[in-house]
Each structure stands twice: as C-alpha cells, then as structure tokens.
Nanobody, 128 residues
C-alpha cells in the first residue's frame, strides 16, 4: 500500500530555513515523480517542486526557485525539500505526492491533478 509521510515542518523566522522530508513506503521509489505542494488557507494547492527519482531531474515553481532545493535518496525511500530564505508568503501546509513517471520532469509535473498519492501534510509557518 502506497504511503507517504511528511515531516520537518514548524515555526521559523523570516530568512530562516527548514528541511522537509517525505518518507515513502509500499512502493519502490525508483520510477516515480515526487512532488512537493503547498496550500495556504483560502488558497488553492500549488506545486512547489518535483523530482524524477529515475533521472534526478528537478523542476521548481518561480516563487521558490533559488531558495528551495529538492533531492532524493532512493535507497532510503526519502525525498527532501530544503527551504532557505523563507518569508511569510511561504506559510502553508506542505504535502508530498507521488505518481508513476520515468521521464524528465517539466512544468506540467507541478499540477496537483497529476498525482495519485498524497501524504497528510506538514505545517510550515514563517513569522517573527
């Protein structure tokens, strides 16, 4: 059974950093696309970043490019999202999600509707 569990969220001051992790179980991580998404209150869920676990390609939303870094460890079934230079606009519940995919990721891989399996989310709050 496919299972994703996010962790690493919390309260951080503007300019600070957090590292989120997405632990996968129930499937081999080798041939998937893993995405990170976020949803703030009253807003739609939006794609933040995604990674192909087969070729390691990555894609980032413009709003986080240069600040966030996605990476994976297929041997340990984990995908991370390193978030630096956080600002209050980054406050949201962050989710990881998975979908079958062995191709190089692209912009359309940030669309939530592409993903079949979701974690429960972890809260990130950026505030002074």
């Amino acid at each position: 059974q496919t299972h994703l569990v996010e962790s690493g969220g919390g309260l951080v001051q503007p300019g600070g950093s957090l590292r989120l992790s997405c632990a996968a179980s129930g499937f081999a991580l080798d041939y998937y696309t893993i995405g990170w998404f976020r949803q703030a209150p009253g807003k739609e869920r939006e794609g933040v970043s995604c990674i192909s676990t087969s070729d390691g390609s990555t894609y980032y939303a413009d709003s986080v490019k240069g600040r966030f870094t996605i990476s994976r460890d297929t041997a340990n079934h984990t995908v991370w999202l390193q978030m630096n230079s956080l600002n209050p606009e980054d406050t949201a519940t962050y989710y990881c999600a998975s979908r079958l995919g062995i191709t190089t990721v692209k912009a359309t891989d940030l669309a939530p509707k592409q993903y079949a399996y979701w974690g429960q989310g972890t809260q990130v709050t950026v505030s002074s």
